[in-house]
């Protein structure tokens, strides 16, 4: 037995894997328990973390740090890879508006907990923990973690205690969660909103919205009769794809040299925002109309695998021209792009092909399609954006702070896996990562980094709550809630979607559990949407705030 004492008491690396592995393991199990329909989720690792270095659960404390810092860096690396393809065209609609408010919540939370510091006197490491709890954003705790490890390394004499913001965090966080929930509540019931009206008005705005759908068109224009297929795309280039042409009741694929006749109808795809264009070019348009593909037409749906075809362009891969077949639509990061000749396909693309059945295994071959290679981790690229992120955040900037404010190992790999994931390849080297192994990296990723933040606070957790800490819990909400309160009041009054407001409050605070509450609501995708629009620039600010707080009050 004297093995396991070594084990459970020691010192070593050993001991280091399995009290994190335990706390990892029994965190999650945890965070699966739902009390009135919230649940904590990996949240839940912290507090086992908490309550093992509470009884005596102790860990080489480099073997802690450096565990818990590579933990946070997969963390965001991973988000920002996949929220990348999206970021700027979130900015586009109302997204300047929904970040417009999500920007409010946490400049406002910022200034709150300022505020506290400033009356109160509370020290700057513990409000810097209460407000990165309150706001329920670990990304922002790490940072502030490495700014005062920075400090403490160049102020030896005047070193901070760091232990205090895992505690903070820790202390504010579970009511950071439900005061996101109850705000969302509070609201609806101030307004008197009905849900079931608020479905019905976000169903009847993306209606009439721009997005992609099929059409028919009954080509009117004499100028186009003798025309080939190939010159009829550049006339309505980014307005309309081609996909079938019905001749006399038959069905026909249009290759680049097809020649188009009177009498000819186009089945195809369009936006919204085209078909008035498409009208004055073509001819009558109807949109929503489409029939089903019969005879030797068929649709397939392809994933874009192959290293060979990423980063061609529809019309550098040609499959117009050479098989009698076309690419309509294009699915990429949970959005439909609509096609065209210079549009540029990228790994994990999924890709929507109409054609002749007796080829359709051939252009399967040439786009890849291949399982394996779909959930290939693509690990070259991920190990280069992180290098290249933490040299990044380790730049120092001198803004008359007592130490330089940096990204840190939070914000450098954030901004640079953000921009990674826009571009999505730089020469040969695509920097596409599937979900599947992008989950694994970011569940992976948050839950080193919160098994090690409980070990290392939990020691001091209960000492801390019983000499006045309880009065954090105090600030920690205040912190969350008032915000939140002021925000959504106004984006109400501005006429906001109620389903909207829920979702960009949750993205605001970073917070899954309150989304998940939030698409409890209905089944639209109003607040996802929401959220994935303000979440980017959100998770950014709230690196940056949890450093700067620290930097401003020391």
Same mark, same amino acid.
């Given at each position: ?34 009390i009135f329909k919230v649940r904590l989720g990996v949240a839940g690792v912290l507090f086992v973390g908490i309550i ?103 102020? #030896? ?196 092909v109409v054609g002749r059945k007796d080829v359709m295994d051939e252009i399967k071959a040439e786009l890849g399609d ?10 070259? #690229? ?173």
């Amino acid at each position: 037995m004297d093995f396991l004492v070594e084990l459970f008491c020691g010192e070593g690396l050993a001991t280091a894997l399995i009290y994190i592995s335990l706390t990892a393991f029994l965190g999650i199990l945890l965070g699966k328990v739902s009390i009135f329909k919230v649940r904590l989720g990996v949240a839940g690792v912290l507090f086992v973390g908490i309550i093992l270095a509470h009884f005596g659960a102790r860990v080489n404390g480099s073997m802690l740090h450096f565990a818990q810092e590579f933990g946070l860096i997969l963390f965001v690396y991973a988000i920002g890879i996949n929220v990348g393809p999206r970021f700027f065209a979130s900015l586009r609609n109302d997204g300047l508006q929904l970040n417009a408010f999500a920007v409010s919540i946490v400049l406002l939370g910022f200034g709150i907990a300022f505020a506290l510091h400033k009356v109160l006197g509370i020290p700057p490491a513990v409000i810097t923990g209460i407000m990165c709890g309150a706001v329920t954003n670990t990304p922002g705790l790490g940072a502030a973690r490495q700014v005062v490890t920075d400090y403490n390394a160049a102020n #030896p004499a005047e070193a901070v205690d760091a232990s205090v913001l895992g505690t903070g965090y820790a202390v504010a966080y579970p009511l950071g969660v439900l005061g996101i929930i109850m705000t969302m509540i509070l609201i609806r019931a101030i307004f008197r909103i009905k849900v079931s009206h608020e479905v019905d008005n976000y169903n009847e705005s993306i209606a009439t919205g721009n997005h992609v759908e099929s059409v028919v068109v009954k080509i009117t224009n004499a100028n186009l009769f003798g025309k080939t297929i190939e010159f009829i795309t550049d006339y309505v280039d980014k307005e309309l794809v081609f996909s079938r042409i019905e001749r006399k009741g038959e069905f026909l694929i249009p290759t680049a040299t097809f020649i188009l006749e009177e009498g000819d109808i186009v089945h195809g795809v369009s936006d919204d925002k085209n078909i008035d264009n498409l009208r004055i070019k073509l001819g009558e348009v109807e949109v929503g109309q489409k029939r089903d593909i019969d005879g030797d037409l068929v649709m397939r749906r392809f994933m874009i695998t192959n290293k060979k075809v990423a980063g061609k362009t529809l019309e550098q891969l040609g499959i117009y021209r050479r098989y009698p077949a076309n690419i309509t639509r294009i699915y990429r990061a949970g959005t439909q792009v609509l096609p065209n000749k210079r549009t540029t396909l990228e790994i994990g693309d999924a890709v929507r092909v109409v054609g002749r059945k007796d080829v359709m295994d051939e252009i399967k071959a040439e786009l890849g399609d291949s399982i394996t290679e779909w959930s290939h981790p693509n690990i070259v #690229p991920m190990f280069m954006g992180i290098a290249l992120g933490i040299i990044l955040g380790a730049i120092p900037v001198a803004l008359g702070l007592p130490a330089p404010a940096k990204l840190g190992l939070a914000g450098g790999p954030l901004l640079v896996a953000l921009l990674l994931g826009w571009k999505g390849r730089v020469g040969s080297m695509t920097f596409y990562m599937n979900s599947g192994a992008n989950m694994v990296l970011r569940e992976m990723g948050i839950t080193l980094f919160l098994a090690c933040v409980g070990l290392g606070a939990g020691g001091k957790f209960v000492e801390t709550i019983v000499n006045g800490g309880y009065m954090w819990v105090l600030y920690g909400f205040i912190i969350t809630v008032v915000p939140l309160i002021i925000v959504g009041t106004i984006a109400r009054l501005m006429k906001v979607n109620y389903l909207k407001i829920c979702g960009f409050m949750a993205g605001s605070m970073t917070d899954p559990p309150a989304l998940e509450y939030s698409n409890s609501l209905s089944s639209t995708h109003a607040q996802s949407m929401a959220y994935a629009t303000v979440y980017p620039l959100t998770m950014f600010l709230r690196i940056l705030l949890g450093q700067t707080l620290i930097l401003i009050t020391l």
